[in-house]
C-alpha cells in the first residue's frame, strides 16, 4: 500500500516529536520506569553481611561495590527521568528470598550477590557483568586443611539458598569426599560457624570470604584454600519481563565502564579500608573481571564453565 505525501511527512513529524520530547518512547514502555517517575522512589534489594559488595553499615545503612554502582545506575536513570531527586528504599534480602522479591515487584533492582545462571534467568533479568567471582574454600590456618580432599568426614558451611555447597560436590576432585553440610541463615552466620568451631570450612565466593575474614576479630586466623570451584558472573537483577528497563540500567553501566570509574571502585572496596571497622579486604582484579569489564555482557555462569 502506497503512502501519500502528506501522511509520509505528518509520519515523519510525529516521529521527530517523539524523539525530541522528555521521556523517549522506551522509557515510556517501561512498568518499572514508570513507577520510579510517578512515585519518585525506588527500592534496592540490599544484603545485611556480603561484605565489600552489599552490606549494612550499621542504622539501617546500607554500602559496597555492587550498592554503590547501583546508586551511580539510579543517578543516570533519574536524570534521563528528567527528575529532579529520586528516594532509594533499601530493602534487605537474603540467599533465599532475593528473586522472589525481584519476581513480585517488591524489589525493582537487587544490588547484592547473586549468581547470573540460566535457572535464575527464567525468573529475573541479569544486568551486565561487573564482577566475576572465584568460589573458593576458608578454613581457619591452623586447621591443616588446603584441598577438597581434606574435607573427608568434615563439617562445611555454607549460606542457605546458595548453590556453593553443590558446586563443590560436583567438583571433578570432590569424587569420594564424604561431608557433612551445615547452614548459616546468612553469610555472617556461616562464617561464625567456621569461627566458632561448629564448622571446619565455609564454601562461598572468595569476596565473601575475605571480606569476613578481614573484619574478624583475628584475620589471620582464616585462610582461603583448595582449587576453585567455579568461576560466576555475579549481575544486578532487574525484573525478567521488562526489557527497557534492563536495557536503561546497562546504558548506564556502559557509561560508567567509559568514564573510567571502575578501577577507582575497585580500589575503594576491595584494597582500601571500608566501614564499618576500616578493615581491608584486599582482593586483587582478577583479570576476569577486568574482561567483563571491557567487554560488558551479561552471559550466565553456564557459559563460563564450558570446558
Known amino acids: 500500500m502506497k503512502?501519500?505525501?502528506?501522511?509520509?511527512?505528518?509520519?515523519?513529524?510525529?516521529?521527530?516529536?517523539?524523539?525530541?520530547?522528555?521521556?523517549?518512547?522506551?522509557?515510556?514502555?517501561?512498568?518499572?520506569?514508570?513507577?520510579?517517575?510517578s512515585s519518585g522512589t525506588v527500592t534496592m534489594g540490599?544484603?545485611?553481611s556480603s561484605i565489600p559488595m552489599s552490606y549494612t553499615t550499621g542504622d539501617s545503612r546500607f554500602d559496597g561495590y555492587h550498592v554503590e554502582v547501583c546508586r551511580m545506575i539510579l543517578g543516570d536513570i533519574k536524570d534521563?527521568?528528567?527528575?529532579?531527586?529520586?528516594?532509594?528504599?533499601?530493602q534487605p534480602v537474603t540467599s533465599q528470598n532475593r528473586v522472589p522479591l525481584v519476581q513480585n515487584g517488591t524489589v525493582d533492582i537487587e544490588c547484592g550477590t547473586t549468581t547470573n545462571n540460566s535457572g535464575r534467568a527464567k525468573d529475573v533479568g541479569f544486568?551486565?557483568?561487573?564482577?566475576?567471582?572465584e568460589v573458593r574454600i576458608a578454613v581457619k590456618a591452623n586447621s591443616g586443611i588446603n584441598s577438597i580432599s581434606q574435607l573427608v568426614g568434615k563439617k562445611v558451611a555454607?549460606?542457605?539458598?546458595?548453590?556453593?555447597?553443590?558446586?563443590?560436590?560436583?567438583?571433578?576432585?570432590?569424587?569420594g569426599v564424604n561431608f557433612d553440610e551445615v547452614f548459616?541463615?546468612?553469610?555472617?552466620?556461616?562464617?561464625l560457624l567456621l569461627e566458632s568451631g561448629r564448622a571446619d570450612a565455609f564454601v562461598m565466593d572468595g569476596s565473601i570470604l575475605a571480606g569476613?575474614?578481614?573484619?574478624?576479630?583475628?584475620?589471620?586466623?582464616?585462610?582461603?584454600?583448595?582449587?576453585v570451584l567455579a568461576t560466576e558472573p555475579i549481575a544486578i537483577m532487574v525484573p525478567r519481563n521488562d526489557p527497557?528497563?534492563?536495557?536503561?540500567?546497562?546504558?548506564?553501566?556502559?557509561?560508567?565502564?567509559?568514564?573510567?570509574?571502575?578501577?577507582?571502585?575497585?580500589?575503594?572496596?576491595?584494597?582500601?579500608?571500608?566501614?564499618?571497622?576500616?578493615?581491608?579486604?584486599?582482593?586483587?582484579?582478577?583479570?576476569?573481571?577486568?574482561?567483563?569489564?571491557?567487554?560488558?555482557?551479561?552471559?550466565?555462569?553456564?557459559d563460563y564453565n564450558k570446558k
Do not use: C
Not at 127 to 133: G, P, S, W
Not at 158 to 175: P, Y
Not at 184 to 191: L, P, V
Open 3 to 37: 503512502i501519500s505525501k502528506p501522511a509520509s511527512i505528518s509520519m515523519a513529524i510525529f516521529a521527530l516529536i517523539a524523539v525530541f520530547t522528555g521521556t523517549n518512547s522506551a522509557f515510556a514502555a517501561s512498568p518499572t520506569l514508570d513507577k520510579i517517575k
Open 46 to 48: 540490599v544484603r545485611e
Open 80 to 90: 534521563k527521568l528528567g527528575m529532579s531527586t529520586i528516594r532509594i528504599n533499601y
Open 127 to 133: 544486568a551486565n557483568t561487573l564482577y566475576v567471582e
Open 158 to 175: 555454607t549460606t542457605t539458598g546458595t548453590t556453593s555447597v553443590q558446586l563443590l560436590r560436583k567438583h571433578e576432585k570432590a569424587n
Open 184 to 191: 548459616g541463615k546468612d553469610h555472617a552466620d556461616s562464617f
Open 212 to 227: 569476613n575474614i578481614a573484619n574478624s576479630r583475628n584475620p589471620k586466623d582464616f585462610k582461603i584454600v583448595g582449587e
Open 244 to 302: 527497557e528497563f534492563k536495557a536503561a540500567v546497562n546504558a548506564a553501566i556502559a557509561k560508567i565502564v567509559a568514564n573510567g570509574k571502575m578501577p577507582g571502585l575497585w580500589n575503594k572496596w576491595f584494597l582500601s579500608p571500608i566501614p564499618p571497622k576500616n578493615a581491608v579486604v584486599g582482593l586483587e582484579l582478577s583479570p576476569a573481571t577486568k574482561n567483563a569489564w571491557a567487554n560488558l555482557n551479561d552471559k550466565p555462569a553456564e
